[in-house]
C-alpha cells in the first residue's frame, strides 16, 4: 500500500483492486483481536479445555512444541510433500489441457477421467491409495490428484475462449508454431493458468493435510493432528491446526510472488 | 486482377453469387454499402475463407492482410506486434523504422494506444510482412486527413498491388486507385 499525506488529508491508492484507505490500517488487527476475545469468551462460557481451549492454553501448546524438533522435521516433510504434489498436479493437469485442447481423441479419452477424479470424494481417493502405496507418498498423490483436474478446467476453458482472430492473424502472416504457441497462445492462457495455480493451492494444502490424518506418516503434521485427537490433546490439536493455517498463508504469499506478472506489457 | 463467378455464402445467405470483376493490376479501392462483402472479399483473397466456387487469378499469391479489427497482441508493445512478421532474413530494425515513419514510438504498450494509432501499428505490421500484395480493410479509420495522407503515400511507395476496402472517395484518391464498386443484392 502506498499512502501520501499533506497534513490535511490522508491519500490512499488501489492494490490488488482493494481500495485501501490509509486511515483503516487498524481494522484487520482489530478484527483479529475481537475474534480472539471471542474465542477467550466462549472457552471460558464451556469451561472444558478439553472441548474448547482457549487461545492461552494453544499458545501455551504451540510454545512448547516449536521448541521441539518434530515440529519443524514434521513442517518440512508436510511442506515437500504437499508442493512435490502441487508442482507435479500443475504439471499433470497442463499437459492433460494440452492434450485435450489439441485432440479431439485425447479430449474424449480424458474428459471423463478428469471429470471423474474431479467429482471423487477425496476420502476416497485416500482409502484406495493407502493400499496402493507409502504412507508418505498418499498427501503427495492427493494434492496432485486435487491439483490437476483445477488447472485444467482453467485452461481448457480459456483455450476455447480465446481470440480466433489471433489464430485468423497467425494464419495470415504465416507465423510458426513457435511464435504462435509463444506469442499468442501462452500469453492468452497465463491469466487462467495463474488464477489456478493460485485456487489449486488451498485444495492442495487441505488434501494433503487430510491425506496425512488417514494415511499417517511417520513425521508429518496431519499424523500429530491425528495423534492430538487420539490422545485428546485438544490444546495441542488447535496448536498444530493454526500452524498449517500459518503455513497456508505463506505459501500463498509465495506462490503469489512466484507467479507474479513479469512483463510491464503483459495482460 | 480478374474475379470469376465467384459465390460465398455463410449458411444460407448468399454474400457473392457468380461475383464478376475484372480491375487493372496495381492499388484498387473496393466501394460499397456495409454488409455488401467487402470485408469477406478481402478474407477470401487471404485464404481465410473457401468460396463456394469461382476463382481469383491475376493478383500475387504472397499476400498480408490488415484487418478490420486491429488484431494486434495487447501483450507485446509496438515494435514486437510488428517484429512478430519478420522472417529470419527481414531486417530486424524494419520494424521501428516503420513505426517512427507512422508517428509511433516502437516502444509503447499497445494498450494505451488511441484507435488510430492502433491502426498504425497494424497498417506497420502488413507494410513490414514480406509479401507481394496487401489486403486493406478500412485502413484509415481514426485517422485525421493529415496521417491518412502520410499513410496513403506509405502505401503507394511500396509499389505493392493493394486492395483496399474504404467508404470514402477521398482515401480512394489519396492512395491514386481504381476504384471497384459493389452493390448488396
Known amino acids: 500500500m502506498e499512502m501520501r499525506t499533506d497534513g490535511k488529508t490522508t491519500y490512499s491508492r488501489i492494490t490488488d483492486g482493494k481500495i485501501t484507505d490509509g486511515r483503516n490500517w487498524w481494522r484487520t488487527p482489530a478484527a483479529v483481536l475481537f475474534w480472539i476475545a471471542v474465542w477467550q469468551l466462549a472457552s471460558m462460557a464451556v469451561g472444558k479445555e478439553l472441548i474448547l481451549p482457549g487461545p492461552v492454553a494453544v499458545l501455551k501448546a504451540l510454545w512448547s512444541l516449536v521448541r521441539t524438533s518434530t515440529f519443524w522435521t514434521s513442517i518440512l516433510l508436510t511442506v515437500l510433500r504437499i508442493m512435490l504434489g502441487y508442482v507435479a498436479g500443475v504439471a499433470l493437469g497442463c499437459l492433460l489441457a494440452f492434450a485435450c485442447s489439441t485432440s479431439r481423441v485425447l479430449d474424449s479419452l480424458f474428459r471423463p477421467v478428469v471429470k471423474t477424479i474431479r467429482a471423487t470424494p477425496v476420502a476416497s481417493f485416500i482409502i484406495l491409495a493407502m493400499l496402493w502405496m507409502s504412507k508418505g507418498g498418499v498427501p503427495v498423490l492427493m494434492s496432485a490428484l486435487i491439483v490437476a483436474p483445477v488447472v485444467w478446467g482453467n485452461l481448457t476453458e480459456a483455450y476455447a475462449a480465446r481470440d480466433r482472430g489471433l489464430d485468423e492473424m497467425a494464419q495470415v502472416y504465416r507465423l510458426g508454431r513457435w511464435k504462435r504457441f509463444r506469442f499468442i497462445l501462452v500469453p492468452a492462457l497465463l491469466p487462467s493458468l495463474r488464477a489456478a495455480c493460485l485456487t489449486g493451492l488451498g485444495f492442495a494444502w487441505k488434501s494433503g493435510i487430510a491425506a496425512e490424518v488417514l494415511s499417517q506418516p511417520k513425521t508429518a503434521i496431519g499424523s500429530n493432528i491425528y495423534y492430538s485427537k487420539v490422545y485428546l490433546e485438544t490444546p495441542e490439536l488447535f496448536a498444530w491446526t493454526a500452524s498449517v493455517i500459518a503455513l497456508s498463508f505463506a505459501l500463498e504469499i509465495l506462490v503469489r510472488k512466484l507467479i507474479a506478472r513479469r512483463d510491464p506489457h503483459e495482460d | ?185
Not at chain 2, 509503447?108 to 513490414?128: H, N, P
Open chain 2, 1 to 185: 486482377m480478374k474475379i470469376e463467378n465467384l459465390s460465398f455464402r455463410y449458411g444460407d445467405k448468399y454474400i457473392f453469387r457468380d461475383f464478376y470483376a475484372e480491375t487493372d493490376s496495381g492499388i484498387i479501392c473496393i466501394m460499397g454499402p456495409s454488409g455488401c462483402g467487402k470485408t469477406t472479399l478481402l478474407h477470401l483473397m487471404a485464404g481465410l475463407l473457401e468460396p463456394d466456387s469461382g476463382r481469383i487469378t491475376g493478383f500475387p499469391e504472397k499476400r498480408s492482410l490488415m484487418f478490420q479489427e486491429d488484431r494486434l497482441l495487447p501483450w507485446l508493445d509496438a515494435r514486437a506486434n510488428v517484429s512478430l512478421v519478420l522472417g529470419e532474413k527481414d531486417d530486424p530494425e524494419l520494424s521501428a523504422r516503420l513505426l517512427r515513419e507512422l508517428e509511433i514510438d516502437p516502444e509503447m504498450d499497445i494498450r494505451s494506444m488511441s484507435g488510430g494509432m492502433r491502426r498504425r501499428v497494424a497498417l506497420a505490421r502488413a507494410l513490414a510482412f514480406d509479401s507481394d500484395a496487401l489486403l486493406l480493410d478500412e485502413p484509415f479509420k481514426g485517422l485525421d486527413e493529415d496521417l491518412m495522407r502520410h499513410c496513403a503515400d506509405m502505401i503507394r511507395r511500396t509499389g505493392k498491388s493493394a486492395l483496399v476496402s474504404t467508404h470514402s472517395e477521398a482515401e480512394a484518391e489519396a492512395l491514386g486507385a481504381g476504384i471497384l464498386k459493389i452493390k448488396c443484392s
